[in-house]
């Protein structure tokens, strides 16, 4: 399946009083992920907006192996795991540069729907043939 690595570094916005990560930013750099993926593959999520569709997560998940801090430099790996007809698996780890070692790992599931109806829709085709390629 196909992988994006994405730096970001840890700013002191992202931590709490004591210098480490707050888990929410975790999620943030899951969604950071997915529109790196994305726009490797040569896509946007503002292209599908303009065809009236919406990705929400509809699932998450986050383990937390370790503390990020302030100004380390992170790595978001992330890969597309799965797509289904009208969903898509991410699956994200969060790497420490300067050491390598694992902070955090998980999954997003996000469910293309119609954004009138809030139906499911299918995942549109340039997104299928991005992966083919």
Same mark, same amino acid.
């Given at each position: 399946m196909?992988t994006?690595?994405?730096?970001?570094?840890?700013?002191?916005?992202?931590?709490?009083h004591?210098g480490?990560v707050?888990?929410?930013n975790?999620?943030k750099?899951?969604?950071?992920g997915r529109?790196? #993926?994305? !726009?490797?593959l @040569?896509?946007?999520? *503002?292209?599908?907006e303009?065809?009236?569709?919406?990705?929400?997560?509809?699932?998450?998940?986050?383990s937390?192996?370790?503390p990020a801090l302030?100004?380390?430099?992170?790595?978001i790996?992330?890969k597309i795991?799965?797509m289904?007809?009208s969903?898509?698996?991410?699956?994200?780890?969060? #790497?420490? !540069?300067?050491? @390598?070692?694992?902070? *955090?790992?998980g999954?997003?599931v996000?469910v293309?729907?119609?954004?009138?109806?809030?139906?499911?829709a299918?995942?549109?085709?340039e997104?299928?043939?991005?992966m083919?390629?």
């Amino acid at each position: 399946m196909k992988t994006n690595e994405t730096e970001q570094r840890v700013y002191y916005a992202d931590t709490d009083h004591g210098g480490v990560v707050y888990y929410s930013n975790y999620l943030k750099w899951f969604e950071i992920g997915r529109t790196e #993926i994305l !726009r490797q593959l @040569g896509l946007n999520y *503002a292209d599908f907006e303009k065809k009236g569709l919406i990705a929400p997560v509809v699932e998450v998940k986050c383990s937390y192996r370790g503390p990020a801090l302030y100004n380390d430099i992170i790595i978001i790996r992330t890969k597309i795991e799965n797509m289904g007809n009208s969903s898509i698996r991410f699956s994200y780890e969060i #790497i420490n !540069r300067k050491n @390598g070692k694992l902070l *955090a790992e998980g999954y997003t599931v996000n469910v293309f729907v119609d954004r009138k109806t809030m139906k499911s829709a299918r995942i549109p085709e340039e997104l299928r043939k991005a992966m083919q390629d």
